[in-house]
């Protein structure tokens, strides 16, 4: 047996998505089936794609439809998801320099697609993804997580499966699997041809599982098993952001002294903060002169409070339904740096103390928790 393909390490190399960014070319293809074109087909459609032009996406199924949905009278079960790439190489000769495959219950974000591949060069034969290895012998992305193919290596396997012979190589681990026998072509492709094509594991930002994580949702390009509308409405919220540079305040060293104008931040994201519109607190893409992201910092006997820059004598408060900005009493709280400079913000009113505030794993609401169990960055504007 040979060994298996080498595969090079991409998922630590950091990826800094800021504006402006030179277009990729690029085209997504996603399997599907007739019975998902009407929920997670249309859910695509609304929200990953929304801003992506849709002849660049190719839905395949098992017969062609409007809407750009392809299909060649193949079998519409899960074998048949393999016949489904068979017939799109040998029928497809697409024109990119990037082709992104992934399935209907995947959420990729179109912007960092085209920006994380931008870190490549495009005219290398490369195969990107999270990589699978528990195969003997076989190096494999997962499809559902979603993996890209260069323009070289999108032709070498259209060349390659236009011989019925090599499409019907399969895995005897997996024989019905669609991302596994892609990556059986791959493997003979380059033992027949002195191994062109070059494998890239990425398992940090191609993400085969969904989260409700904070920092994971600002930073991976995909998601699989995002089989519900609401998790495509969450990662929605959040489809144009890119770690792009905002003209930033600078972030405290020490404890802010009274007075001064400040925005709580995500330690991890600083372009996401603290917002308190319409009263309640939650955290949102930060935004220039914007005073709803800002508070005056004011001291108590107990601590420091946080007024409102644009509802005078209305401070942050925690309550039963979240943290809120609201007028009376004074809430003091307590904030308790770590070494990097980062901090957590503890209440010190009767009804809360030691409780801290936190962001809901399953909403942008900010909420209070048990422990230290959230880290913010406090960032401080100039004087006026």
Known sequence: ?????????????????????????????????????????????????????????????????????????????????????????????????????????????????????????????????????????????????????????????????????????????????????????????????????????????????????????LSCVTFHYVGKKDQFDLYNKYLQITDMSLATPTKCVGLPTEGSIITIAHADHHNYALRHSYYKLYIHQRENNNDDFTFIVRTTPMGVAFESTNQPEHYLTPTEGGVFIQKGEVPPWSIISDASGNVAILSLSPNWHGKCMSISPFSDNVRMSDGLCQSFALLVWPAA
């Open 1 to 217: 047996m040979s060994n298996p393909e080498a595969v090079i390490e991409i998922g630590d190399i950091p990826l800094e998505y800021s504006h402006p960014f030179p277009p990729a070319n690029i085209c997504y293809i996603v399997l599907t089936c007739e019975k998902y074109i009407p929920t997670r087909v249309a859910w695509q459609k609304a929200t990953c794609f929304r801003n992506t032009n849709l002849a660049d996406c190719y839905f395949l199924s098992c017969k062609p439809s409007a809407g750009s949905v392809y299909g060649w009278n193949t079998a519409d079960d899960y074998p048949s998801c393999i016949a489904k790439y068979i017939k799109f190489f040998q029928n497809m000769n697409l024109d990119y320099d990037w082709y992104m495959f992934i399935d209907d219950d995947t959420f990729v974000f179109p912007e960092r697609a085209e920006q994380y591949v931008n870190k490549l060069d495009h005219t290398i034969p490369s195969y990107v993804g999270s990589m699978w290895s528990h195969i003997p012998n076989l190096r494999f992305a997962s499809g559902g997580a979603g993996f890209f193919l260069s323009r070289p290596a999108y032709k070498m396997l259209r060349t390659f499966l236009m011989n019925d012979t090599n499409a019907a190589m399969r895995t005897r681990e997996a024989p019905d699997n669609g991302d596994a026998t892609l990556g059986v072509w791959i493997r003979e492709i380059n033992r027949r041809k002195g191994h062109p094509i070059q494998l890239f594991n990425d398992w940090i930002h191609i993400q085969a599982w969904p989260t409700t994580n904070f920092t994971k949702i």
